[in-house]
């Protein structure tokens, strides 16, 4: 197998056992055996059980989308286009998937922290960048805040109901923080 198809064996392994087990109750030992590799296999592509669920791989992305954008735009007005920008650029994932990693997430406590944790990965991301193009630290630091505040709730809602578009529910997260309506 390579690579990719070892990742997309182990993400797929661990959704079939999260929907039957529950995620509290699935183990990477288990996910590991189910996608037919070692567990120690396992813990290279993914730091923890969580992280088949929450990582992501458009901090980079944003950030560099951030730098590209004009010195004179507000550090908010750079975060919202800058997301818009990294959303673009990449193929969007399969919103079955995402929808399917999102619920689990949004319905498990004990994995709040580790969203916690992601979103400040991106939010450190986003400030950084903003300082990077001259921001104000702590201008940076709330627009980076507002911005990973209004796409998690959007998110959130996007994998709760049935909207099939996820670019929508991230479109309308954008235009709230750019002051529009939803």
Do not use: C, H
Not at 21 to 32: K, L, P, V
Not at 46 to 55: E, G, N, Q, R, Y
Not at 73 to 96: F, M, Y
Request: charged share 20%.
């Amino acid at each position: 197998m390579t690579k990719a198809e070892t990742r997309e064996a182990l993400v797929r392994a661990a959704l079939e056992l999260f929907a039957e087990r529950g995620y509290e109750s699935t183990t990477a030992a288990a996910i590991a055996e189910r996608a037919g590799v070692t567990e120690m296999t396992f813990f290279r592509y993914f730091p923890a059980k969580s992280s088949v669920l929450i990582d992501d791989p458009y901090d980079p992305l944003i950030a560099e989308a951030i730098l590209r954008q004009p010195a004179q735009v507000p550090p908010i007005r750079a975060a919202i286009a800058a997301i818009a920008e990294g959303w673009k650029s990449v193929p969007p994932p399969a919103s079955a998937a995402v929808r399917d990693r999102l619920r689990i997430v949004s319905r498990t406590p004990s994995l709040r922290g580790a969203i916690a944790t992601s979103n400040a990965s991106t939010e450190a991301a986003i400030s950084g960048a903003l300082v990077q193009r001259g921001a104000p630290v702590s201008e940076a630091r709330i627009a980076a805040a507002a911005t990973m505040a209004a796409l998690a709730a959007a998110l959130l809602d996007w994998a709760e109901g049935d909207e099939p578009d996820l670019g929508a529910a991230i479109d309308a997260a954008l235009r709230v923080l750019a002051g529009g309506a939803s």
